[in-house]
């Protein structure tokens, strides 16, 4: 079993559509979760940060994490077209030499048509 | 501006060459990274350095090295490359002191092994 499972979609949406990714995970330990976004034939970039339980809102985008529940969700208010990417999910735990370590998620391919 | 930069864009070597990806970053970061993406899969470490000269083994380290020698530059070498090691392959790095355990990604370099 993968530690952060993500589906991997492809997901199609309507311009302006509620768009929710999602990622579960096994290890208990992580306390620093993420999403990336990464574009057609780039690296990707960070685009939402948390820090352990709770919710996380920048714009259109919202971040909320359940640590009991192990499960972390990305939600997108009135989806744009320049919002199509794969968003990655990463995560990790505290500490030591290997701090600043990331697992990832497979990744969500998003399409946002007009 | 914040900036990783990798050797190629694009490179295809044949089965049983040496293959040396470089990756160099401008922002004295003191963490490097190597992960490869393949469909499906996501990101997965292949091998990370936390200072000069010190590496660590990430998920995946078989059939790959490393070499940090200066801090700015951080490079993969595939002794002898598989066609298995055909993938996308992608730098990052990232500050001890970043508070948002932000990882800087390069372009990536989309390598194939005929």
């Known amino acids: 079993q993968k530690e952060v499972e993500q589906d991997p979609g492809p997901l199609s949406v309507p311009e302006g559509a509620i768009v929710s990714l999602n990622c579960t995970y096994s290890n208990s330990a992580f306390q620093y979760f993420m999403w990336y976004r990464q574009y057609s034939r780039k690296g990707p970039e960070l685009l939402m940060y948390t820090y352990s339980s709770g919710n996380k809102e920048d714009g259109r985008f919202t971040a909320q994490v359940d640590k009991s529940s192990k499960y972390i969700s990305l939600f997108i208010r009135d989806s744009q077209p320049s919002d199509s990417a794969t968003y990655l999910c990463?995560?990790?735990?505290?500490?030591?030499?290997?701090?600043?370590?990331?697992?990832f998620g497979q990744g969500t391919i998003l399409t946002v048509h007009p | 501006d914040v900036k990783v930069t990798q050797s190629s864009r694009y490179l295809v070597k044949r089965t049983g060459e040496k293959v040396f990806l470089e990756c160099v970053q401008d922002m004295d970061h003191e963490n490097m990274f190597w992960y490869r993406q393949d469909p499906g899969l996501g990101l997965r470490l292949i091998y990370f350095?936390?200072?000069?000269?010190?590496?660590e083994k990430g998920d995946i380290p078989e059939g790959y090295s490393v070499s940090r020698e200066k801090k700015e530059r951080f490079s993969l070498i595939l002794e002898s490359a598989s066609t298995n090691q055909t993938s996308m392959y992608l730098c990052?790095?990232?500050?001890?002191?970043?508070?948002?355990?932000?990882?800087?990604f390069g372009p990536g370099t989309r390598l194939t092994v005929l």
């Open positions: 990463a995560m990790r735990t505290p500490g030591g030499t290997s701090y600043g370590k990331l697992t």
């Open positions: 990052a790095s990232r500050s001890t002191g970043s508070s948002y355990n932000e990882q800087f």
């Open positions: 350095s936390y200072d000069v000269k010190m590496k």
